[in-house]
Protein backbone atom coordinates (compact mmCIF):
# COMPACT_ATOMS: atom_id res chain seq x y z
CA UNK A 1 0.00 0.00 0.00
CA UNK A 2 0.98 3.38 -0.59
CA UNK A 3 2.22 5.42 2.60
CA UNK A 4 3.81 9.21 3.03
CA UNK A 5 6.56 10.01 5.20
CA UNK A 6 6.76 14.15 6.51
CA UNK A 7 9.20 14.74 9.15
CA UNK A 8 9.18 16.69 11.46
CA UNK A 9 5.79 16.70 12.98
CA UNK A 10 6.40 20.11 14.35
CA UNK A 11 8.78 22.49 13.96
CA UNK A 12 9.64 26.38 15.42
CA UNK A 13 11.90 28.12 13.60
CA UNK A 14 12.91 32.53 13.90
CA UNK A 15 11.87 34.75 11.35
CA UNK A 16 15.24 35.08 8.27
CA UNK A 17 16.00 31.55 9.08
CA UNK A 18 15.74 28.70 6.22
CA UNK A 19 13.50 25.59 5.56
CA UNK A 20 13.20 22.32 4.43
CA UNK A 21 10.26 20.09 4.56
CA UNK A 22 10.81 16.41 3.24
CA UNK A 23 8.07 14.42 1.78
CA UNK A 24 8.69 10.96 0.42
CA UNK A 25 6.38 8.06 -0.64
CA UNK A 26 6.37 4.67 -0.40
CA UNK A 27 4.28 2.11 -2.59
CA UNK A 28 3.68 4.22 -5.67
CA UNK A 29 5.74 5.36 -8.66
CA UNK A 30 5.63 8.39 -11.20
CA UNK A 31 2.95 9.81 -7.91
CA UNK A 32 1.62 12.92 -8.45
CA UNK A 33 2.76 15.43 -5.19
CA UNK A 34 1.16 17.53 -3.53
CA UNK A 35 2.43 20.48 -1.17
CA UNK A 36 -0.83 22.12 1.01
CA UNK A 37 -0.57 24.55 3.60
CA UNK A 38 -3.34 24.96 6.39
CA UNK A 39 -3.89 27.82 8.54
CA UNK A 40 -5.29 27.70 11.78
CA UNK A 41 -8.55 26.71 11.80
CA UNK A 42 -8.90 27.32 7.74
CA UNK A 43 -8.99 25.51 5.03
CA UNK A 44 -6.50 23.77 2.52
CA UNK A 45 -4.73 26.04 0.45
CA UNK A 46 -2.69 24.06 -2.71
CA UNK A 47 1.10 25.27 -2.81
CA UNK A 48 2.32 22.98 -4.79
CA UNK A 49 2.43 19.80 -7.03
CA UNK A 50 4.48 17.83 -9.20
CA UNK A 51 3.92 15.45 -12.12
CA UNK A 52 7.40 13.76 -12.06
CA UNK A 53 11.01 14.52 -11.76
CA UNK A 54 11.97 18.64 -11.79
CA UNK A 55 8.28 18.98 -12.74
CA UNK A 56 7.01 21.96 -10.71
CA UNK A 57 4.04 23.99 -10.82
CA UNK A 58 3.43 26.70 -8.57
CA UNK A 59 -0.43 27.44 -7.57
CA UNK A 60 0.85 30.79 -5.41
CA UNK A 61 3.40 32.95 -6.47
CA UNK A 62 5.54 33.52 -2.10
CA UNK A 63 8.30 32.85 -0.04
CA UNK A 64 8.55 29.03 -0.73
CA UNK A 65 9.54 27.05 -3.14
CA UNK A 66 9.99 22.85 -4.15
CA UNK A 67 11.83 20.71 -5.62
CA UNK A 68 11.66 17.06 -6.84
CA UNK A 69 15.20 15.51 -6.88
CA UNK A 70 14.00 11.90 -7.29
CA UNK A 71 10.49 10.24 -8.15
CA UNK A 72 9.58 9.66 -4.45
CA UNK A 73 10.94 13.00 -2.88
CA UNK A 74 9.06 15.92 -2.86
CA UNK A 75 10.78 18.89 -0.96
CA UNK A 76 9.67 22.16 -0.01
CA UNK A 77 11.74 24.84 1.32
CA UNK A 78 12.51 28.45 1.84
CA UNK A 79 15.39 30.48 2.22
CA UNK A 80 14.06 33.22 4.36
CA UNK A 81 11.06 32.23 6.42
CA UNK A 82 8.22 34.85 7.53
CA UNK A 83 6.12 35.18 10.33
CA UNK A 84 3.09 34.70 7.57
CA UNK A 85 4.86 30.98 6.97
CA UNK A 86 3.48 29.71 9.95
CA UNK A 87 1.04 26.65 9.27
CA UNK A 88 0.54 23.14 9.11
CA UNK A 89 1.74 21.92 5.98
CA UNK A 90 0.70 18.74 4.41
CA UNK A 91 2.24 16.70 1.56
CA UNK A 92 -0.10 14.51 -0.84
CA UNK A 93 -0.25 12.13 -3.33
CA UNK A 94 -2.99 11.46 -5.70
CA UNK A 95 -4.08 8.08 -6.10
CA UNK A 96 -8.17 7.59 -6.22
CA UNK A 97 -8.65 10.51 -3.69
CA UNK A 98 -5.76 12.13 -2.32
CA UNK A 99 -3.52 10.29 0.69
CA UNK A 100 -2.17 12.90 2.95
CA UNK A 101 1.29 12.62 5.07
CA UNK A 102 0.60 13.51 8.70
CA UNK A 103 1.78 16.58 7.86
CA UNK A 104 4.29 19.86 9.97
CA UNK A 105 3.34 22.07 12.40
CA UNK A 106 5.62 25.52 11.42
CA UNK A 107 5.59 28.15 13.68
CA UNK A 108 7.74 30.76 12.65
CA UNK A 109 8.73 33.32 15.74
CA UNK B 1 -10.05 31.04 -10.35
CA UNK B 2 -12.09 28.23 -9.44
CA UNK B 3 -13.83 28.61 -5.35
CA UNK B 4 -15.49 26.12 -3.63
CA UNK B 5 -17.41 26.83 -0.96
CA UNK B 6 -18.85 24.76 2.08
CA UNK B 7 -21.75 25.71 4.15
CA UNK B 8 -22.42 26.18 6.97
CA UNK B 9 -18.69 26.97 8.77
CA UNK B 10 -19.41 25.30 11.88
CA UNK B 11 -22.03 23.56 13.78
CA UNK B 12 -22.72 22.27 17.25
CA UNK B 13 -25.39 18.75 17.95
CA UNK B 14 -26.28 16.58 20.15
CA UNK B 15 -25.23 13.37 19.60
CA UNK B 16 -27.94 11.12 18.12
CA UNK B 17 -28.69 14.59 15.92
CA UNK B 18 -28.34 14.43 11.89
CA UNK B 19 -25.59 17.26 10.41
CA UNK B 20 -25.76 18.34 6.67
CA UNK B 21 -22.96 19.95 4.84
CA UNK B 22 -23.41 21.87 1.46
CA UNK B 23 -20.99 22.33 -0.91
CA UNK B 24 -20.73 24.70 -4.14
CA UNK B 25 -18.58 25.46 -6.62
CA UNK B 26 -18.40 28.47 -9.07
CA UNK B 27 -18.04 25.65 -11.84
CA UNK B 28 -18.94 22.54 -13.31
CA UNK B 29 -16.87 19.85 -11.56
CA UNK B 30 -15.75 16.87 -13.23
CA UNK B 31 -16.17 14.63 -9.87
CA UNK B 32 -16.34 15.68 -5.99
CA UNK B 33 -14.36 14.28 -3.22
CA UNK B 34 -15.06 14.10 0.77
CA UNK B 35 -12.48 14.18 3.12
CA UNK B 36 -12.78 14.35 7.18
CA UNK B 37 -9.88 15.81 9.52
CA UNK B 38 -10.15 14.89 12.84
CA UNK B 39 -8.72 17.96 15.36
CA UNK B 40 -4.63 18.05 14.99
CA UNK B 41 -4.89 15.42 12.20
CA UNK B 42 -4.34 14.83 8.69
CA UNK B 43 -7.62 14.85 5.78
CA UNK B 44 -8.21 11.87 5.48
CA UNK B 45 -9.89 10.15 1.98
CA UNK B 46 -14.01 9.57 2.33
CA UNK B 47 -15.39 9.01 -1.08
CA UNK B 48 -15.32 10.63 -4.62
CA UNK B 49 -18.66 11.22 -6.89
CA UNK B 50 -18.42 11.47 -10.38
CA UNK B 51 -22.01 11.11 -12.28
CA UNK B 52 -24.26 13.43 -11.98
CA UNK B 53 -27.20 13.25 -9.97
CA UNK B 54 -24.97 10.55 -8.07
CA UNK B 55 -25.84 9.52 -4.37
CA UNK B 56 -23.44 6.86 -2.29
CA UNK B 57 -23.52 6.00 1.20
CA UNK B 58 -21.21 4.57 3.74
CA UNK B 59 -22.87 3.24 7.12
CA UNK B 60 -24.77 6.34 8.11
CA UNK B 61 -22.70 8.85 5.66
CA UNK B 62 -24.86 9.83 2.41
CA UNK B 63 -23.23 11.35 -0.37
CA UNK B 64 -24.79 13.45 -3.27
CA UNK B 65 -23.81 14.96 -6.24
CA UNK B 66 -26.04 17.41 -7.74
CA UNK B 67 -27.35 17.27 -10.92
CA UNK B 68 -25.72 20.22 -12.76
CA UNK B 69 -22.03 18.99 -10.72
CA UNK B 70 -21.67 21.99 -9.51
CA UNK B 71 -22.94 21.02 -5.40
CA UNK B 72 -22.84 18.44 -3.38
CA UNK B 73 -24.01 17.85 0.28
CA UNK B 74 -22.55 15.10 2.71
CA UNK B 75 -25.29 13.95 5.29
CA UNK B 76 -24.63 12.25 8.51
CA UNK B 77 -27.65 10.33 10.14
CA UNK B 78 -27.78 10.18 13.94
CA UNK B 79 -24.51 11.47 15.06
CA UNK B 80 -21.69 9.93 16.96
CA UNK B 81 -19.05 11.29 19.55
CA UNK B 82 -16.62 9.90 16.64
CA UNK B 83 -18.18 12.35 13.67
CA UNK B 84 -16.42 14.98 15.13
CA UNK B 85 -13.96 16.77 12.87
CA UNK B 86 -13.79 19.21 9.70
CA UNK B 87 -15.64 18.03 6.89
CA UNK B 88 -13.82 18.91 3.29
CA UNK B 89 -15.46 18.63 -0.60
CA UNK B 90 -12.96 19.13 -2.86
CA UNK B 91 -13.10 19.16 -6.85
CA UNK B 92 -11.34 19.65 -10.00
CA UNK B 93 -9.56 17.78 -12.30
CA UNK B 94 -6.98 14.15 -11.78
CA UNK B 95 -3.63 17.15 -11.38
CA UNK B 96 -5.44 19.12 -8.98
CA UNK B 97 -8.46 19.78 -6.65
CA UNK B 98 -9.56 22.98 -5.12
CA UNK B 99 -10.84 21.97 -1.24
CA UNK B 100 -13.26 24.02 -0.09
CA UNK B 101 -13.75 26.04 2.82
CA UNK B 102 -14.82 22.98 5.08
CA UNK B 103 -17.27 22.27 7.95
CA UNK B 104 -16.53 22.22 11.76
CA UNK B 105 -18.23 19.31 13.21
CA UNK B 106 -19.06 18.95 17.13
CA UNK B 107 -20.71 16.60 18.34
CA UNK B 108 -21.67 16.35 22.12
CA UNK B 109 -22.84 13.40 24.51
Not at chain 1, 38 to 63: D, H, K, M, T, W
Not at chain 2, 39 to 60: A, D, M, N, T, Y
Not at chain 2, 72 to 98: P, R
Request: aromatic residues 12%; positive net charge.
Amino acid sequence: SQTIHQWPATLVQPVGSPLSLECTVEGTSNPNLYWYRQAAGRGLQLLFYSIGIGQISSEVPQNLSASRPQDRQFILSSKKLLLSDSGFYLCALNNYGYTFGSGTRLTVV
Amino acid sequence: GQQVMQIPQYQHVQEGEDFTTYCNSSTTLSNIQWYKQRPGGHPVFLIQLVKSGEVKKQKRLTFQFGEAKKNSSLHITATQTTDVGTYFCAGGGFQKLVFGTGTRLLVSP
